[in-house]
């Protein structure tokens, strides 16, 4: 069921910047937030004691969804004691996740100057799940905890999401 569930979570982070397109001019370069893959890689540049250190075990790492290359994406995900993981690299901008319908409650995150913003999604009525979305120089990197699956809840995410990413933002590129 957890692994479901966290499968779920992956997905549905998958569409929150909907199915954008780039555009293609002149010399058949592409545009757009769809225009190539990130650079950054969490399960590669994200150190194993770092990850350690938020409480979850670097040991289930898990890259992409069930080993599949999502197109524009660089997906890693950790379990922990209560709730998981997930870090998402993409060129999809924040207005891009600000624009898609299925987000909410957007709260900006102070972040040494970086734009950021935690929010949920619409469909999260038991609010077990929170994303930190912060600006890269790729377009954005998403911070996920979702305790999906997993009961009680012992920590609202969105703390959990947003001490998560102050302490990973030094590996963001910025």
């Known amino acids: 069921m957890r692994v479901t569930a966290v499968i779920g ?3 549905a982070g998958l569409l929150l910047a909907g199915c954008g397109s780039g555009a293609v001019s002149g010399d058949a370069e592409a545009e757009g937030t769809v225009a190539g893959e990130p650079v950054f890689s969490p399960c590669d540049d994200i150190p194993d004691d770092e990850i350690a ?3 979850f075990d670097p040991m289930t790492e898990d890259r992409d969804i069930m080993g599949v290359k999502q197109p524009g994406w ?12 997930s870090v998402f690299a993409t060129t999809y901008t924040l207005d891009d996740v600000r624009k898609n319908e299925k987000n909410a409650e957007f709260i900006p995150v102070e972040l040494n100057g970086r734009t950021a913003f935690s929010y949920r999604e619409k469909s999260d009525e038991q609010r077990r799940s929170c994303d930190v979305a912060i600006s890269t120089r790729e377009g954005a990197a ?3 905890v979702s305790y999906l699956g997993i009961d009680p809840v012992t ?3 969105c703390s959990i999401s947003v001490r998560a990413t102050r302490a990973l933002a030094a590996y963001l590129p910025a």
């Open 155 to 157: 920590e609202d995410p």
């Open 74 to 85: 660089n997906i890693c995900g950790w379990m922990g004691a209560g709730p998981a993981l």
């Open 9 to 11: 979570l992956i997905g």
């Open 142 to 144: 998403l911070i996920s």
């Open 53 to 55: 250190k938020l409480g």
